[in-house]
């Protein structure tokens, strides 16, 4: 049995949904999903003067974000392994597990890549829902919701990426930025990247935080924060003492890729990149990381066969 949803009838669920969730509606905005998971900006607990006690601020609305398309419902799933391995990471997960993930994807699907529930086209007017956890089933109500047996499903094949086809082979995108380390594109980009860190802040996968306190104008207490860093920016390796492991934008960018690349393919057997795209469409000096990696793999292709 299938649960279809007519096209026009899917803001009107969302309506309803609101009467016991907060809704996020994602469709169009710039920022990933993550952001409402490991916020910009945190307070992870405060300290009251007066009374000299801690306390930790808690998450306790349930809400909903809807519009995930592929590549971020593919993003969301590695990032909720990154944060439960090797640490579960506690403010991640208070949030976390408040929500519920619901994707909307206008091409067929081959395998569901996470989320609660999945609205995936089947007609110009027609979704399914992919139902995906006990969270998920327990929305889908039958005012907006109409159960087949056999639903006409018409084929919308997924774009070619050939960007999304070289994430496939994580191992050899492992061993090729990690030879690459004394690659001429390195000093290419070193010269071209402005170090902004936007590239990072648009990611869906990248979670690197830094941590400080603050404490409020009226002096009455202080919090511990964190917040969003990125490896392009220049204090981002600076330890106590001054020293910065990371001192020039060549070594802080390809450590970006290192990151992304080799680190996370040991620790977790893949890329931490899911081809989504934000990182090129935002990056003000123009640099494209599918061809930054296309180099990189290609050369190292021919090096290896050269030996
Ligand atoms: S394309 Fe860029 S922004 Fe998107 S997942 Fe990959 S590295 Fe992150
Ligand atoms: S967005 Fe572009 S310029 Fe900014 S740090 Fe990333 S690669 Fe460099």
Not at 48 to 77: H, I
Not at 140 to 155: A, L, Y
């Amino acid at each position: 049995m299938e649960f279809v949803i007519e096209k026009k009838k899917i803001d009107k669920w969302l309506d309803d949904l609101k009467k016991d969730f907060k809704v996020i509606d994602i469709r169009g905005k710039a920022l990933p999903a993550k952001q409402y998971f490991l916020p910009p900006k945190q307070k992870t607990f405060v300290f009251n003067k007066k009374t000299k006690k801690l306390s930790c601020p808690e998450y306790k609305k349930e809400f909903l974000v809807f519009g995930l398309g592929l590549a971020d419902l593919e993003a969301m799933t590695q990032l909720d392994e990154i944060m439960e391995k090797p640490y579960s990471d506690f403010f991640y997960w208070q949030k976390r597990n408040k929500s519920l993930i619901i994707g909307l994807v206008d091409e067929s699907i081959e395998v569901a890549p996470g989320g609660d529930v999945i609205l995936e086209k089947i007609t110009d007017q027609q979704y399914r829902a992919l139902i995906l956890t006990d969270k998920g089933k327990a929305i889908i109500k039958d005012e907006f919701f109409d159960k087949k047996d056999k639903p006409s499903i018409k084929n919308y094949p997924q774009p070619d990426n050939p960007f999304k086809r070289m994430l496939l082979d994580s191992e050899l995108l492992a061993e090729a930025v990690k030879w690459s380390l004394n690659h001429k594109i390195w000093d290419k980009l070193g010269e071209q990247c402005l170090g902004c860190g936007i590239c990072t802040y648009v990611c869906p996968l990248c979670h690197c935080f830094s941590i400080e306190d603050q404490v409020s104008l009226d002096n009455k207490e202080c919090s511990r924060c964190r917040q969003w860093d990125a490896c392009t920016l220049p204090e981002f390796s600076k330890v106590a003492g001054g020293h910065n492991f990371h001192k020039t934008i060549k070594q802080r960018y390809y450590n970006w890729f290192y990151h992304k690349f080799v680190r996370a393919y040991h620790e977790y057997g893949k890329s931490q990149c899911v081809a989504c795209g934000r990182c090129r469409e935002n990056c003000p000096a123009g640099i494209k990381i599918s061809e930054v990696l296309k180099e990189i793999v290609d050369d190292y292709k021919k090096h290896l066969s050269a030996i």
